[in-house]
């Protein structure tokens, strides 16, 4: 779910882009969010996600993602190598649409 979310707020961007005056991320992230503590319960890791997806060109890298890891424990290396590539076209995209 986590991944699926922070897919869908990178493919697309232009509904997300806005940061904290988007509410269709808003909805999304609080649906993540509840959705993430129901399923997993509740953990630190989950406040510095939330807080990360108000933050308007933060909120592109996959932080949900990272705190799905970091909670179910350590990753197995395809998880966390697709975890950093995804980081780094994160990353990258944000670069290029903050350069703009």
Known sequence: MAFTADALQLALFPLFGEGIVSPLDDALDVAVALLLIKLLGFHWAFLPAAVAEVVPV????????????????????????????????????????WRR
């Open 58 to 97: 933060v909120d592109l890298a996959p932080t949900w993602t990272a705190a799905v890891l970091i909670v179910a424990g350590p990753p197995r290396k395809a998880v966390f190598a697709a975890a950093a590539a995804l980081f780094l076209l994160t990353s990258l995209a944000a670069f290029f649409f």
